[in-house]
């Protein structure tokens, strides 16, 4: 695959995740316990032997940086080999960052024109799948396809939340619908595109020529318009994917992991997962601990009960506390005699004894952004301190940060936020 560029789009707010990703970019989010999101793209490629990789950054993007580094988890820190990342030019004006995912690449369009390759890899940042990309090339190739797009079966009842294609019995794309309300078909676009370079440059000038008649974007412009006049293919991608864009879907994926025979493993050895850091100490289990149908990241201290849950490294769970259906991340501390229930906890939150967190009526959304929290989860920001006792509803938000301002609340009632009087800037890490 030494003829192919890969170009990972990671420059995404992912506001749709709340405080999770209001002081990281989306691909940055912790997943799965040990892993960011990101992780599982870069292992893809690395599976692949993609020897040519761009990471296109955008919105906060100092923890990408500090997470990718050079590449060498992925094998990239070589002299045959390497990671590019790319930010956009910023000037003065909002106009100066990317406009569109389109635009995103437009805007790094040397990297295209220098590197000697024959295809561009545009690829999501922030999708939970692993792959190797050699069958979507080599079907690209078979078909001699301008452009193809991996597409997805969804149940057409949950099509309308994506570009929705229509193929013919050949794989040719003959219709392509943004996110319609009345889909025609059901197989999805994944957001991942393989283009001849050629065809790729020539598009990507003539949509910069279209200035505001365009959105710069590949899904609602530069793929509608293409399949109209040029070869474009889509290649059915059958297996375990998930846009993890929402806090649902992000809770839900991490069910998915907990499951007798999980869709999604971890550690398969023909498609290895691979992350940043230094390999920590083993988990250890209290006397006392109880652990059912869960994962359990090296370095965690376990002396409560844990159901359904992925807990992170350094994660401490003491006597009589109780998670269940929970996402913990990294170095969190769960005091005793605490009850966690369908709640996400961002890293190194601090919960004192007797909490309940995850209570009341699923139904009341937040009341601040009902669109996107809105499904009994609760979620607690970035080194929030929670005081002992405190009674926690459903759907409620405590952002990064949060302290002295629960200090003197006895209970956070279902639906309600709280949020910082200041962030300081450790948190932006």
């Given at each position: 695959m030494n003829d192919v560029l890969a170009m990972i789009l990671a420059g995404g707010q992912g506001d749709r995740l709340s405080i999770l990703s209001e002081q990281r970019a989306k691909p940055a989010v912790v997943f799965g316990g040990n892993y960011r999101i990101i992780d599982f793209v870069l292992s893809n490629c690395a599976n692949s032997d993609i020897s040519k990789l761009a990471v296109l950054t955008q919105y906060r993007p100092r923890s990408l940086f500090?997470?990718?580094?050079?590449?060498?988890?992925?094998?990239y820190d070589t002299p045959e080999g390497g990671i590019q990342i790319l930010q956009p030019y910023l000037g003065k004006a909002d106009a100066d960052w990317y406009q569109?995912?389109?635009?995103?690449?437009?805007?790094?369009?040397?990297?295209?024109?220098?590197?000697?390759?024959?295809?561009?890899?545009?690829?999501?940042?922030?999708?939970?799948?692993?792959?190797?990309?050699?069958?979507?090339?080599?079907?690209?190739?078979?078909?001699?396809?301008?452009?193809?797009?991996?597409?997805?079966?969804?149940?057409?009842?949950?099509?309308?939340?994506?570009?929705?294609?229509?193929?013919?019995?050949?794989?040719?794309?003959?219709?392509f619908q943004e996110k319609p309300k009345e889909p025609r078909g059901s197989w999805i676009s994944m957001g991942i595109y393989v283009f001849n370079k050629d065809v790729l440059v020539e598009q990507l000038q003539a949509d910069a020529d279209l200035g505001e008649a365009s959105s710069h974007d590949f899904g609602k412009d530069i793929i509608p318009r293409?399949?109209?006049t040029h070869?474009?293919?889509?290649?059915?991608?059958?297996?375990?994917?998930?846009?993890?864009?929402?806090?649902?879907?992000?809770?839900?994926?991490?069910?998915?992991?907990?499951?007798?025979?999980?869709?999604l493993d971890l550690e398969d050895p023909d498609l290895k997962?691979?992350?940043?850091?230094?390999?920590?100490?083993?988990?250890?289990?209290?006397?006392?601990?109880?652990?059912?149908?869960?994962?359990?990241?090296?370095?965690a201290r376990i002396d409560g009960e844990v159901y359904r849950s992925v807990?992170?490294?350094g994660v401490v769970i003491e006597p009589g506390a109780v998670v269940r259906e929970s996402i913990i991340q990294?170095?969190?501390?769960?005091?005793?005699?605490?009850?966690?229930?369908?709640?996400?906890?961002?890293?190194?939150?601090?919960?004192?004894?007797?909490?309940?967190i995850g209570t009341g009526d699923p139904n009341i959304p937040n009341r601040e952004r009902p669109d996107i929290v809105n499904t009994g989860i609760s979620i607690i920001g970035k080194r929030a301190t929670i005081p002992s006792g405190l009674r926690i509803g459903r759907n409620v938000v405590v952002g990064p940060g949060v302290h002295e301002e629960l200090a003197d609340l006895k209970e956070l009632e279902s639906g309600a936020s709280v949020h910082p009087t200041h962030i300081p800037l450790h948190l932006f890490v």
């Open positions: 500090n997470h990718i580094g050079a590449g060498r988890p992925w094998g569109g995912t389109a635009d995103a690449v437009y805007q790094n369009l040397y990297v295209i024109e220098e590197a000697r390759v024959r295809e561009i890899l545009i690829l999501a940042g922030d999708h939970i799948y692993l792959t190797s990309y050699r069958n979507l090339v080599a079907y690209h190739r078979s078909q001699g396809a301008d452009a193809t797009v991996a597409v997805y079966s969804v149940p057409r009842s949950e099509a309308h939340r994506f570009g929705v294609l229509d193929l013919d019995p050949s794989g040719r794309v003959i219709d293409m399949f109209r070869r474009v293919f889509g290649y059915q991608y059958h297996d375990y994917w998930r846009d993890v864009g929402t806090i649902e879907s992000y809770w839900a994926a991490h069910m998915d992991l907990l499951q007798p025979n999980p869709p997962l691979r992350t940043a850091g230094s390999i920590p100490p083993p988990a250890r289990f209290g006397p006392n601990a109880r652990v059912t149908e869960s994962l359990i990241s090296p370095s807990i992170s490294p990294h170095r969190c501390v769960i005091r005793s005699g605490t009850v966690i229930d369908r709640c996400i906890l961002d890293k190194e939150v601090s919960v004192g004894a007797g909490c309940v």
